[in-house]
Structure formats: structure tokens, C-alpha cells
């Protein structure tokens, strides 16, 4: 067996697509736009690059955005002031502020400054607890593309065993219950696994779908998937490559090739669930607009 490889390039595409019709509806019978702030604070290469392609994505949707670059050394004081400008200011129904921050900061007293109704990251803990009760406003950008991956390649986890590795709360956590919901594209029996876990193969090898966010390289092997389970890789890992100009290459937490060959449907890294992070923030961002201007979502 070989794995239909799932392309979460094409995908976000085609949610960037359907984003940018709506958008241009929303606009048309509301005269609102939807707009995004991004706030990346320092010079982080790859936080860097992902609210670039934040920016251009906002383009493609004809969706208005800005990015506020602070320097390394913005205080905490001095961030939580613009989120809270941020906040008030008509122009931005999201607000992203790029994570990681710098270690002076305290994460989630930033978090805590955004205003729930803008926080498309759904990170904020009033969004977390909508999520909990089954009534999300914003499910997390991660979790909501591994959602649609699934649903939209006819791999719907309803009545399905889905094991997750990893307790994040940026992935692991929000995920396992946007799946139980007992709501469309949900309503399957979620395992999640951590470092805690004894024996992880023998829960692994019970999955229908496995969803492997566990940050270590080619973690999940090939003995830890059942013959024809679907695979889904939200890591993403820099791992030594001579060959390369730039002396790296992106790997998953899945050891692909040897996984691939046993898993009937799985995703690839880079080109899987990254650029649908991407896509499913513009669909929070649209749906914060359309709250907005008054409409039920």
C-alpha cells in the first residue's frame, strides 16, 4: 500500500478561494472588510517568514492587513498598550500577535490582553471555553485545518478512533475536543498521548487516524501505524542536511517514507498542515467581520 498524499497546499488554496468570494460579499452588503493585525515582536527568521506569508494570504483574500514589527526589546508594558490600541481600532476585527515572544514576556498576559471577539488565534481562555461547551467562536488555526484535511478528503472522523500525540495547547488540546464535539466533522473517540504515556505504539497501531504533533523528528515510525490508518504531521523540524545550500531541510514528526507506505491517506512536510494554519486564520477573521457587522455565524 502507498498513502494518497494529502496536499494542504491545494487545499488552502481552495479555502483562500472560497475566503476571498465571501469576503467580497461580506463587503458588498456590509461596506465592512475584513482586516488583520499581525504583531511580531523581534527577528525571528521563521516567525518572520510565516506573518509574511500571513500578509500575502490577507492580499489574496482581498482582506486588509498590517503588521506591527516591534523591536527585540519592546517590553511587556509596551506590547500589552499596542494590543489594547489594537483592540479598539475599527480597521482590525483579528488580531495575531506571532508567538514565540521574547523571554521578558509573559505569554499569556498578552493573550489575556486581546479582546476575546478579536482573537482569531483562538487562544484567548474565553474562546477555549467556547470551544470546551461546543460553541467555538475561533477554534485554533492548527486544529480547525487538521479538521477540514480530514473532512475534506472524505476521511471524516465521525465514528472514528483518532489518537493524538502531543498535549499542546496550541494543537494537542484543542484539537482532541474540537473532534469529540458531538457537531459535523466531529463525533469521533479521541486518545491523546504525551510524554506519560507508557507503550505508545499499542494505542497508535488502534488508530483510524493518528495526528502526530509531538516536536521530535521522524518520531512516529512505521511499527507504530496500523495498515491503512491516516496520517496526519504537524510537526515541522530543522534537521542537518550537507546537501542543502541552506545546510537544513523541514522534516515532520513522521518518519514519511517508510509511514507512507503503510498509511492509506497522509500528509506531507513542508506542503501539509501549514498552509492550512494559514488558510483557517483568514476563515476566523472573516467570521470575526461577519460578527462584526451584525450577522449570526
Known amino acids: 500500500m502507498t498513502a494518497t498524499v494529502i496536499d494542504g497546499k491545494l487545499m488552502a488554496e481552495e479555502i483562500r478561494g472560497e475566503v476571498a468570494e465571501e469576503t467580497r460579499a461580506l463587503t458588498e452588503r456590509s461596506g465592512i472588510t475584513p482586516g488583520l493585525a499581525a504583531v511580531l515582536v523581534g527577528s525571528d527568521p521563521a516567525s518572520a517568514v510565516y506573518v509574511r506569508n500571513k500578509r500575502r494570504a490577507c492580499d489574496e483574500a482581498e482582506m486588509f492587513s498590517?503588521?506591527?514589527?516591534?523591536?527585540?526589546?519592546t517590553t511587556q508594558e509596551e506590547l500589552i498598550a499596542l494590543v489594547q490600541e489594537?483592540?479598539?481600532?475599527?480597521?482590525f476585527h483579528g488580531i495575531l500577535v506571532q508567538l514565540p515572544l521574547p523571554p521578558h514576556i509573559e505569554e499569556r498576559e498578552v493573550i489575556l490582553a486581546i479582546d476575546p471577539d478579536k482573537d482569531v488565534d483562538g487562544m484567548h481562555p474565553i474562546n477555549g471555553?467556547?470551544?470546551?461547551?461546543?460553541n467555538p467562536r475561533f477554534p485554533p488555526a492548527t486544529p480547525a485545518g487538521v479538521q477540514q484535511m480530514l473532512v475534506r478528503t472524505g476521511n471524516d472522523p465521525a465514528g472514528k478512533h483518532v489518537v493524538i500525540v502531543g498535549r499542546s495547547n496550541i494543537v494537542g488540546k484543542p484539537l482532541s475536543v474540537l473532534l469529540m464535539q458531538k457537531a459535523p466533522g466531529a463525533n469521533a473517540t479521541v486518545t491523546v498521548c504525551h510524554t506519560g504515556t507508557r507503550d505508545l505504539a499499542a494505542l497508535t497501531?488502534?488508530?483510524?487516524i493518528v495526528v502526530a504533533a509531538i516536536g521530535r523528528p521522524h518520531a512516529?515510525?512505521?511499527?507504530?501505524v496500523a495498515d491503512g490508518a491516516v496520517v496526519i504531521d504537524v510537526?515541522?523540524?530543522?534537521?542537518?542536511?550537507?546537501?542543502?545550500?541552506?545546510g537544513y531541510r523541514l522534516v515532520g514528526d513522521v518518519d514519511y517514507d517508510a509511514v507512507a507506505?503503510?498509511?492509506?491517506?497522509?500528509?506531507?512536510v513542508p506542503g501539509g498542515v501549514g498552509p492550512m494554519?494559514?488558510?483557517?486564520?483568514?476563515?476566523?477573521?472573516?467570521?470575526?467581520a461577519r460578527f462584526a457587522a451584525g450577522e449570526s455565524v
Open 66 to 73: 498590517k503588521t506591527f514589527e516591534l523591536p527585540e526589546e
Open 86 to 91: 489594537l483592540n479598539t481600532d475599527s480597521r
Open 129 to 134: 471555553g467556547r470551544l470546551l461547551e461546543g
Open 205 to 208: 497501531l488502534q488508530a483510524d
Open 220 to 224: 512516529l515510525t512505521a511499527d507504530m
Open 235 to 246: 510537526g515541522i523540524n530543522r534537521v542537518d542536511d550537507a546537501t542543502r545550500k541552506s
Open 261 to 268: 507506505e503503510k498509511a492509506s491517506a497522509i500528509t506531507p
Open 277 to 288: 494554519t494559514i488558510a483557517m486564520l483568514l476563515t476566523n477573521t472573516l467570521r470575526a
